[in-house]
């Protein structure tokens, strides 16, 4: 069941009505079995999978929260068997055996592990973090044990986290389930707002998108140099779109709900840096290897060299989290080698801003730091975007080739309505960020007059429905 689908459509508000009509001491149990009738919707079995992870999260917390400091670590290794074992043989044993059956075939050898053949449960990735982040956290205590197991099963479940996030954190999460959540006209007004705003950045917007990205990078050894160039930026906006389309959803339906969650994206492709991208990307995602990967290695308060070694495990894992192909890892090494490069060369590059008085212009400054940040992380989204390795380095060397032809002809291999939809589309995108920029499109909606308002929707809802694609589309990050 997909947020942009009719299935989803008709669930959600059932689900919000038997919430609110259900007395507060039992409300618990309808959001725990949303979240299972949710998860199940796309394969059955896989709740043996989550109902593992439920079990190691409640039970292991306890366990760990009750033993004596030696043995804290003993049962958080145990408990940290399921979820990052189930993570590790259904996502990453095929990676690992096939790269040793490559290494076998080049040097002759005879051990040959086989493969096997199973669907990528849904999700996995997300709520095994999440289950791993409160066994962490219980560790080092930073959260209680919580002694309620449905508390602990609706925390691992619940339905607007459970496919791609946000990974929230068990410490918000748990003590907002014994709030009593009235019904709040503005609260579900504005839930519902970000929820129609996120299905019009992933229905509209990275769809469309989709269209020209995919034109090119299905088939990248027919073009060179514009095309490419043109597909590659697109993909930036899409993916953007795409990701934070769906985490404007989830926000949106656990607001209506009654639920604080953790902000997902914070206009990202306005960093000045690639350090600050990533702490407006992916958030959920870029704390949790912060605080339970980085720092535990030493974070930054150690020597330069360890400080690099930090960074490019933190990088390279995060780049197989996403997914077991060789494409990520590389796309993980390249961001973890841009704050390197960054860290190293920052005090050059400031002294010369300095010998040239640039820096009596800070707005340019500005404005340089941003295209050089968002080019770099442009440039780093081919890998991830591509099938293959091959496809990536066959790109990256013709990104600049061909410039010389003309422009409407090097454009010619897109059909104009597309690409005229895609200039439009983000140009919407931009213009949403900038109001974004001053105080937040939701504030500055609701001071807006009904009347305002009412249009924004409805503009928004004729878009969804009229300008969508024929062909409803997954969400990208879906598939990690």
Known sequence: MLFNSLDFLWFFPLIAVVYFSTPAAWRIVVLLAAGLWFYASWEPSYLLILFACIFAAHFGAL?????????????????????????????????????????????????????????????????????????????????????????????????????????????????????KHAVDAGRITDGLALMLWGLFKKAVIADNLAVVVNWVYLAPENYKGLPLIVATYTYAFQIYCDFSGYSDMAIGAARVLGFSTMKNFNRPYAATSVGEFWRRWHISLSTWFRDYVYIPLGGNRVALWKWTRNVMIVFLISGLWHGSYWTFIIWGGLHGLFLVGERLLTPAFSRAAQTVRLNTYPRV???????????????????????????????????????????????????????????????????????????????????????????????????????????NTGFIYLQF
């Open 365 to 471: 400054v500005t404005a340089l730091r941003v295209g050089l940040t968002f080019n770099l992380v442009a440039f780093s989204w081919v890998f991830f975007r591509s099938e293959t390795v091959g496809d990536a380095l066959y790109i990256t060397q013709h990104l600049f080739e061909g410039l010389d032809r003309g422009f409407t002809e090097a454009l010619a291999v897109f059909r104009s309505d597309d690409l005229i939809l895609a200039a439009i589309l983000v140009a919407v995108l931009f213009t949403a960020q900038y109001i974004r920029r001053a105080q937040g499109a939701l504030e500055w909606l609701r001071r807006r007059p009904s009347y305002v308002r009412w249009a924004v929707y409805a503009v928004l809802v004729l878009a969804i429905v009229n300008l969508r694609p024929e062909h």
């Open 63 to 179: 366990a760990i929260d009750r033993s004596s400091q030696r043995r804290r670590t003993f049962w958080l290794v145990i408990s940290m068997l399921i979820p990052f074992g189930m993570l590790l043989a259904f996502k990453y044993y095929n990676f690992f055996a096939d790269t040793v059956q490559q290494l076998g075939r080049r040097i002759d050898s005879s051990f040959n592990p086989p493969l096997l053949r199973f669907a990528l449960p849904v999700g996995i990735s997300f709520f095994t973090f999440k289950t791993m982040s409160y066994l962490f956290d219980v560790h080092r205590g930073a959260t209680p044990a919580e002694h309620s197991f449905l508390k602990t099963a609706t925390y691992v479940s619940f339905f607007p986290q459970i496919l791609a996030g946000p990974i929230e954190r068990a410490g918000n999460f748990l003590p907002q389930l014994d709030r």
